[in-house]
């Protein structure tokens, strides 16, 4: 608090003013010349800064509730016709009575420090669920896709990339470019990329993780990928970075040089085109992430970073 600190400055400004060295003063007291400094706030001896410390001693507020205040507040909570209210609707109504006790904030502090702060009711505690996670530590055991536009030189037409990427050697795995945008194509292209990597072998079922966008979801897609033995994963609602993998291949596809600036004149040009670039990506782009190997030398095993299956 501020009252031993002002009696303290008083002292030390009193011998001061006497003939003592303020350095000396300040020692006797068990202080610093830095401290007093500190300590004051303007030119005047009695405007002393109180005590910032975590475990210091303050002076409570002018409006601080009483004992007798704080269990009247919580004899109010526990009520019968207010047990199973929240606090704002108790404040709410003790005011159409004439009566105030306290601040909706101050009934909740209450009850949070005497462990009431809790599900009011019949109602249930929210079940808060932790985010899945998958990782990976060979290759076609956690796959990401998405799909992504390609633009046209004709307004308002798009062509649609579909592409899956391995996230342990962020090898492009399958992709495909149509004019619209279904469940139909994405059962297509899963397929093909399940029969490419010939995943039949695999001892452990595969993960294939996308957002939630309505050709991930059809049924048709999700049928499918029952009967292959993949398990869908999906990003919380609204939540992109929960697909970074997929983002950040877009990002690269659609960063570099070569990219159209004004669009694919056809669906077969647009098709070139991504032929070329899972090509540069998959066996000559020397990936930052990897230790600069391709994506293709990690996902076939030949950079050393992994134990083959």
């Known amino acids: 608090m501020a009252a031993p600190r002002l009696k303290a400055v008083e002292l030390v400004d009193e ?4 003939g003592a060295r303020l350095f000396m003063a300040c020692h006797e007291l068990g ?6 400094q500190r300590w004051l706030r303007g030119r005047g001896e009695s405007m002393v800064k109180e005590d910032g410390r975590k475990g210091a001693e303050r002076r409570k507020p002018t409006g601080t509730l009483s004992d007798d205040e704080r269990r009247r507040v919580l004899e109010i909570a526990d009520r019968p016709e207010y047990a199973s209210r929240a606090p704002a609707q108790i404040v709410a109504d003790l005011a159409d009575k004439g009566q105030w006790l306290a601040s909706e904030s101050t009934f909740y502090r209450i009850l949070r420090e005497k462990n009431q702060q809790h ?4 109602a ?3 079940n808060r669920k932790v985010p899945a996670s998958h990782g990976a530590t ?3 055991q ?3 896709w998405d799909i992504t536009y390609l633009t046209s030189p004709v307004r308002g037409k798009y062509y649609y990339l579909y592409m899956i990427v ?6 492009i795995v399958g992709w495909e470019v149509h004019e619209e945008e279904n469940g139909e194509c994405a059962k297509t292209l899963v397929r093909k990329a399940y029969l490419k ?3 039949w072998r695999n001892k452990k079922p595969l993960v294939l993780h996308s957002d939630n966008g309505s050709p991930m979801k059809a049924s048709t897609f999700r049928a499918t990928l029952e009967k292959l033995g993949i398990s869908g994963s999906y990003s919380r609602p609204r939540t992109s970075d929960d697909n970074a993998y997929s983002e950040s291949l877009f990002r690269t596809l659609k960063y570099r040089p070569e990219y159209p600036t004004y669009g694919f004149e056809s669906l077969e040009g647009a098709r070139e085109w991504t032929y070329g670039f899972v090509h540069w990506y998959n066996e000559i782009h020397r990936h930052s992430a990897l230790k600069h190997v391709t994506p293709g030398q990690r996902h076939r095993g030949e950079s050393g970073m992994f134990v083959a299956k």
């Open 197 to 199: 990597e010939a995943l």
């Open 31 to 36: 202080i610093t010349i830095r401290t007093r």
């Open 124 to 126: 249930k505690s929210p």
């Open 138 to 140: 060979a290759p076609d």
């Open 119 to 122: 599900t009011r009711g019949k």
């Open 166 to 171: 391995d996230i342990f050697s962020r090898y």
């Open 142 to 144: 956690v796959w990401s």
């Open 15 to 18: 011998a001061h003013r006497n």
